[in-house]
Structure formats: C-alpha cells, structure tokens
C-alpha cells in the first residue's frame, strides 16, 4: 500500500506480519530489464505532459535500447552519445540520480519479502513529487499482489490501466479532475466505486454508470446527494 502515512500505521498496527518499506536500507533497482520492463519503464520517468514530442518519445526510444543493448544492472552506469535522443535520456538519468532517496533506492536490489508478495507498507509522504511518482510507478510494477494507492491522482501513469483491468489495483482519488480523459474512463470502469464527499460533476459521472432511476427524480437526486457527502 502507498499511502502519505496515516493508512500505514494503522495497517501496521492492525497486521503484525506486514511489513514496511524503508528507503534508507531497502532498493527499488528494476535492472536488469525484462522486455515488459523496458517497454514500461520510460513512461514511469516522463511524465504525461510532453509524452507527444518528438524529443521526449526519442529519449525513451534511446533509453530502451541502452537498456537491452548493455543488459545494465545501475542507470548510473548507462553509456550515452552526444545525440539528441541520448542526451535527452541521459538528462533524465541525471534527474533521477540528483535526488538523494533515487540515488540510493534505485541502485539496490529490492528486497525479497517485496518481490514474493508479502504485505508491504510504504510510507511516501515525506518524499518530492518526481520521487514519489517514480517510486509509486515502481513499487505498483515490481509488486506481484494487489496494490492500494491512497492519493491515486499523484501517481497515475498509462502502465496502471492493465492493472485495473485485471482487477489488482484499488484507490482513492479526491476528483476525476486530477486524471486525464482516457484513465478517467479506465478508472469509472472499475467495478467497485464508493463515492464520498464527491464534486457534483463527480457525482453525476458516477449516477450515470451506477443509478438506476431517472436524472430528476428523487431517488436520482438522492443519490447524488449520497456521494457528495463527506
């Protein structure tokens, strides 16, 4: 589970055999790459916004071949050219070894109890954003169970909607807003959805897909009511 802290203690006052993460002793490295990996792994370290430019889907063109020519085992240890495509993803190599927790968790093997599927905690509130949507990416794609993502707007990245759809991922979202449109559709598609404390426009997507009765009928209007309350 990702969470800011709160849920984690209370998980691991709950559950005695679970355990936590600990970004000071614990690795996260995903090297060396699976073929599944290697496609994944760019769109975890470039975010959405410039996912369309020529420059950024070069970069992650070029990440990926150095990751399968060279079979790596540390991204600090990646060679790169002077070319476009190589610089753009050495320069995001460098954005991930210029932050102290990065630095540290990615160049070490992750823990076995992470990798067999045992309960895992992770507390991530204390981390920078780009430190957090990387690691939250990491730990959803390394950990072979279930995975609960409390604040899911943070860390929402294309590689999650399979999981959906294989029904191995729960979250928690403040609004459909934070999303873009193609994972607000995978996201309504879950088949479980508990609302509360819900924007109206929030409310009305959710009445489309789970109220029975009529917009402006009673028991329509009380459903909505239902789902934006806190």
């Not at 959405?48 to 889907?57: A, I």
Request: hydrophobic content about 40%; aromatic content about 8%; overall charge positive.
């Amino acid at each position: 589970m990702l969470d800011d802290g709160p849920l984690c203690d209370l998980f691991l006052e709950r559950f005695k055999k679970i355990k936590a993460f600990d970004f000071e002793t614990h690795g996260l490295n995903p090297l060396p790459a699976s073929y599944a990996m290697r496609r994944r792994l760019p769109g975890i370290l470039w975010d959405n916004s410039g996912k369309d430019t020529l420059r950024v889907r070069d970069g992650k063109r070029a990440l990926r071949n150095k990751l399968k020519a060279n079979n790596a085992k540390r991204f600090d240890k990646l060679p790169f050219n002077n070319g476009d495509a190589d610089r753009e993803a050495a320069d995001m190599v460098d954005e991930l070894m210029d932050s102290p927790v990065l630095s540290k968790v990615l160049t070490k093997r992750p823990p076995r109890f992470l990798l067999s599927g045992s309960s895992v905690v992770v507390r991530m509130g204390e981390l920078e954003d780009f430190d957090r949507t990387v690691l939250g990416s990491l730990f959803a794609l390394l950990y072979p169970g279930n995975v609960i993502i409390s604040d899911f707007g943070q860390y929402a990245r294309d590689l999650h909607i399979p999981m959906m759809r294989k029904g191995r991922l729960s979250i928690g979202l403040n609004n459909l807003e934070q999303l873009d449109k193609r994972m607000q559709q995978a996201v309504l598609q879950i088949p479980t959805k508990i609302g509360r404390g819900c924007t109206y426009d929030d409310a009305v997507e959710l009445a489309q897909i789970g109220c029975k009765f009529p917009p402006g009928t009673m028991d329509y209007n009380a459903f909505i009511a239902e789902r934006m309350r806190g």
